[in-house]
Structures are given as structure tokens and as C-alpha cells.
């Protein structure tokens, strides 16, 4: 609920691989279908359409994922009213190496069968087709403001974070990525309206083993462009509950 996006904006979620920027947007997919009534095209490029759907099951439901499986056939009724919701607003599209003009061609496919689509999600940037060269993804993501604004949706574009930035600091201190640290060229981050940036402060090679195991479900949130915060904040610590799959906001204890 901090960033508000409206139709014709971009936003870019950015996370180092291993960082659950997957499972972050699984959390937003079922807060837009389901909390907002919002029709959503998914176009998941790393993860074939039944892994997805048992990501957001496990937390639909809040079990481990590695027991939907189990869960499905125990109830089957159940899964089928779950899925049968989130059909009704979120559209996958599991296919390698589209461009943006060839997802622009799956919201007008929708639109002439008179579903409107509100939300194009994207995982991630650096799996579209002809993106491997900084001219390609200058061009590419220029574009990507053109594909919000012609097609009248939000965007919301996943991008790996720069592997070589995830490290320590010159002082000790553990990275907190910026902008910068977008994989690739700076025009994705210019493009956008909204940038988001996670990352997992368990990956700090500086804590001790004890210090890892304590932060091991912690994930960092952090705003770094916004055209408006809502309630000011601009930093969140959030923690993963693997016996709920959820993600959820965290404040430690004094």
C-alpha cells in the first residue's frame, strides 16, 4: 500500500538472484487480484506456469510450498474454487525471449476478447529477447515507458541486481544496492516511475554463522524512485515464514 501505481507508470523490482524477488511479486500478484480486483498478465519467463500457481496456492492457503503437491490432492475441491479465483484475474504466460511488442500483441489479444488488462508483470528484463548489448537494452528500455503508455497498463518490470556490487564495502559494511547497481544499462532505471530494490542481509559475508542463521528469512525493501510515497517511509525489513510462505513486515524487538 506505500506506492501507489497507476495505469501508464513503470516500475522496476530489482533483487540479486536468490533474494525471493519471485515470492515478493507472488505477493503482489494476489494483493492486485485478489484485495484489488485488478486483471493481471503474467508473463513469467524463468518459472513454468505450475510452479507459479503452487507459489501463490502456498500462500493463498499458507503452507509450505513443498507441500501443495500434498495439499492438492488432500483437497481438491478447495484448489479448484483457489485457482478458479486467481483465473478469473491473472493470466500466465510461461514462453522464453519475448519482446515487449510481442507482449503488447498478448494484452490486445485479451482486450479483443474483452478482458482488460490493468497490470503487465514481467520476470524478468534480462530474459527478453535482444537484450545483450547496451545498445539493446538502452532501446529496450526506453521502450518500456512507450508499452505502459500506448497500451494503458502498469508495467512492472523484475531486473537482476549487478552480482559484482553484492559485496562488502570498503568500511566492512555490507552494499545496500542503489539504482546504479541495475544489471545492465541505466536506462531501465531511468525509465521507470517507481524503483523497489530487495536484497537478503544474510548474504553479508562479514556476520558470523550465528548472526547468518538469525537473518536467514530476513529480506530488505527499500524505495530508491517514487514519483509519491504514500506514508513516507521508504525502507522495510520484511521476513519470510517458510511454515506460511508469506512475506510479511518485521520490526525486531528491542
Request: with cysteine; aromatic share 10%.
Amino acid at each position: 500500500e506505500t506506492m501507489q501505481f497507476s495505469r501508464k507508470q513503470v516500475v522496476v523490482l530489482g533483487a540479486y538472484s536468490f533474494s525471493g524477488k519471485t515470492s515478493m511479486l507472488a505477493e503482489w500478484i494476489l494483493w492486485w487480484c485478489i484485495q484489488c480486483n485488478k486483471k493481471v498478465l503474467f508473463f513469467s519467463m524463468e518459472m513454468p506456469t505450475e510452479d507459479i500457481i503452487k507459489v501463490l496456492i502456498s500462500k493463498v492457503v499458507q503452507i509450505p510450498q513443498h507441500t501443495v503437491p500434498t495439499y492438492i490432492r488432500q483437497h481438491p475441491e478447495t484448489y479448484q474454487l483457489i485457482l478458479d479465483k486467481l483465473q478469473k484475474n491473472l493470466f500466465i504466460v510461461d514462453k522464453n525471449s519475448l519482446t515487449l511488442d510481442e507482449m503488447a500483441d498478448y494484452v490486445k489479444l485479451l482486450k479483443s476478447r474483452d478482458i482488460m488488462i490493468d497490470i503487465v508483470a514481467v520476470d524478468y528484463f534480462q530474459y527478453l529477447r535482444n537484450v545483450n548489448t547496451i545498445e539493446q537494452q538502452d532501446a529496450t528500455a526506453r521502450q518500456m515507458k512507450a508499452f505502459a503508455k500506448e497500451i494503458d497498463v502498469t508495467l512492472v518490470m523484475l531486473s537482476q541486481l549487478r552480482k559484482s556490487s553484492q559485496s562488502s564495502e570498503a568500511n566492512g559494511r555490507f552494499h545496500e544496492p542503489t539504482q546504479a547497481d541495475l544489471m545492465g544499462s541505466g536506462a531501465i532505471g531511468n525509465s521507470a516511475d517507481f524503483i523497489a530494490l530487495i536484497w537478503r542481509p544474510a548474504l553479508n559475508g562479514n556476520l558470523s554463522p550465528i548472526e547468518k542463521e538469525e537473518k536467514k528469512y530476513i529480506t530488505m525493501f527499500k524505495i530508491t524512485k517514487a514519483r509519491e510515497v504514500r506514508n513516507g517511509n521508504t525502507v522495510f525489513q520484511l521476513k519470510y515464514d517458510p511454515e506460511t510462505s508469506r512475506l510479511s513486515e518485521y520490526v525486531e524487538e528491542l
